[in-house]
């Protein structure tokens, strides 16, 4: 069993349409959480960035993270065509806080 | 300013050969990171340096891989032997402090799409 398990997809949306990506992890010692935007052919590219339990909102993004059932949820609101890309969650501990683990990413696709 | 910089874009080789990837993070930044990512799959770390210390190599598949980081900034991915299933986008990160926190950012470059035929 993989570290951080993220559904691939590929999840298709229509635009306007609120979004909500998630990650389960096993191991409770991470306490950093981010999340990144990879557009094809393109390096990955910070959004959001946690750390331990607790939302955080930016814009459009509000990234959630519940410690105590080890899930971290994105929600992408009023999405956007410009959305369109994978979404790949990464999370570390204290120790190597430094080592990211990272979800296989989720594909998501605003349809206009 | 500039972002990091990882040359060539793409690379086609044979099985058997060697190659080198290079990475330039972003100035001033002190730690250097390299990740592999295969076809659907998530970054899988490979090495870690920060300034002059040792490198975390944990993540080094085997050891037809290796890195150096040379005057503390531009790196090198070396593998060696070239198999198939080293097929995969390595990608550089550069960040600008070891500690946790926003500090710890990860800036990536576009990746060296290694195709091994």
């Known amino acids: 069993q993989k570290e951080v398990e993220q559904d691939p997809g590929p999840l298709s949306v229509p635009e306007g349409a609120i979004v909500s990506l998630n990650c389960t992890y096993s191991n409770s010692a991470f306490q950093y959480f981010m999340w990144y935007r990879q557009y094809s052919r393109k390096g990955p590219e910070l959004l959001m960035y946690?750390?331990?339990?607790g939302n955080k909102e930016d814009g459009r993004f509000t990234a959630q993270v519940d410690k105590s059932s080890k899930y971290i949820s994105l929600f992408i609101r009023d999405s956007q065509p410009s959305d369109s890309a994978t979404y790949l969650c990464a999370m570390s501990g204290v120790d190597s806080s430094y080592k990211l683990i990272f979800g296989s990413g989720t594909r998501l696709l605003v349809r206009p | 300013g500039a972002g990091v910089s990882q040359s060539p874009s793409n690379k086609v080789t044979e099985k058997g050969k060697d190659v080198e990837l290079r990475c330039d993070p972003i100035s001033g930044h002190t730690a250097l990171y390299w990740y592999r990512q295969s076809l659907g799959q998530g970054l899988e770390f490979l090495i870690y340096f920060q300034g002059n210390s040792a490198p975390d190599k944990s993540g080094l598949p085997s050891d037809r891989f290796s890195a150096e980081r040379t005057g503390g900034s531009v790196s090198t991915l070396t593998i060696q032997r070239t198999q198939q299933e080293d097929s995969a986008v390595y990608l550089c990160?550069?960040?600008?402090?070891?500690?946790?926190?926003?500090?710890?950012?990860?800036?990536f470059g576009a990746g060296t799409r290694l195709s091994v035929l």
């Open positions: 990160a550069s960040s600008s402090s070891r500690a946790g926190g926003t500090k710890n950012i990860q800036y």
């Open positions: 946690t750390y331990s339990s």
